[in-house]
């Protein structure tokens, strides 16, 4: 279970869960129109090496029994990245057309858009994460033969730290609007420590500024207690491997209730808009079985606009 005080890498506990979205992100990729293309996922598969260099083997017959891979976890979870890539990707495209020249991306993670997005060029881009998950990341590009488009900037920090005064130290400018980009991340802060990051978010954050986030609605005790108890069982080596996969995930997470993003920042005079996920997936033309086994109607996207 998580603690305050709990610690990893790029292979444990938050870390893994880095080269599993990579995974999710590089299969997604591989579809016959994808929602969205991240090219560079692979390439953190292939530095990691083992299952993860695996799954994007030319032969899915040697993963074909990964979790990514089944019908009632892994295409609704694919179809769940598919679409927080896109609503990002799509996110910063718009903030570069208002003229937003700083980008700061929180628990950056494997994130590859300071490699990747055209509508960067031009930018600074602040990375926040783990220095440990940074060298990685920035290792694997760099073997790859891959260079960043934006002024990409490092910043080795936990964020239960004091992140914001690691970003100014690192050329941060709180007087200029900024692009803040938070995905994949609150589920994995205490309430909390949610509020606090949002507090600090907008402290730094100049008129004409925007954030976006992924946000999820605490599961039922039934349901989170399942969860729980079925990744214990598998760590004790009494379930299916993949159990650990799709669901160790739940001891890694606060699921409590929270401050909702939208109505935070309403509250503060920021304009709000969100979208549930299921509703994104469908104006894209995507569908989400009733039965899934993913937790994508639980999930949302939110974009917030300093006025």
Avoid at 65 to 73: E, I, K, M
Wanted: charged share 25%; hydrophobic share 45%.
């Amino acid at each position: 279970m998580r603690s305050d005080t709990d610690n990893w890498d790029i292979t444990t506990s938050v870390g893994s869960t880095a080269l599993f979205v990579a995974a999710a992100r590089a299969l997604v990729a591989r579809e016959h129109e994808p929602l969205a293309v991240d090219p560079l996922a692979e390439v953190f598969l292939r530095a990691a090496g083992g299952e993860w260099a695996q799954l994007i083997d030319d032969d899915p017959e040697l993963t074909r029994d990964h979790p990514l891979r089944s019908a009632n976890f892994g295409l609704p979870f694919r179809d769940h990245l598919a679409a927080r890539t896109r609503y990002f990707d799509d996110y910063l495209q718009a903030a570069r057309d208002s003229g937003i020249r700083q980008v700061v991306i929180l628990a950056a993670g494997l994130d590859s858009r300071a490699y990747r997005l055209p509508c960067l060029a031009g930018a600074v881009v602040y990375e926040l994460d783990r220095a440990a998950v940074l060298d990685f990341k920035r290792d694997a590009l760099a073997d790859a033969r891959h260079t960043p488009i934006a002024d990409r900037r490092e910043v080795a920090v936990d964020l239960r730290e004091d992140w914001l005064g690691a970003l100014r130290h690192s050329g941060f400018d709180a007087d200029v609007a900024t692009a803040w980009l938070v995905e994949g991340l609150l589920i994995y802060l205490t309430p909390a420590a949610q509020d606090q990051l949002f507090s600090t978010l907008e402290s730094a954050s100049a008129p004409g500024s925007r954030a976006a986030f992924e946000q999820m609605t605490p599961l039922s005790q039934q349901s989170y207690e399942a969860l729980v108890s079925e990744a214990t069982e598998a760590t004790d080596g009494t379930a299916s491997e993949s159990a650990v996969t799709n669901n160790d995930w739940a001891r890694m997470i606060y699921n409590d209730p929270r401050s909702d993003a939208a109505q935070w920042f309403s509250e503060r005079g920021w304009d709000a808009d969100r979208v549930e996920l299921i509703d994104y997936l469908h104006a894209a033309g995507r569908s989400v079985p009733a039965d899934n086994a993913h937790t994508s109607d639980l999930i949302n996207l939110v974009t917030v606009t300093h006025r």
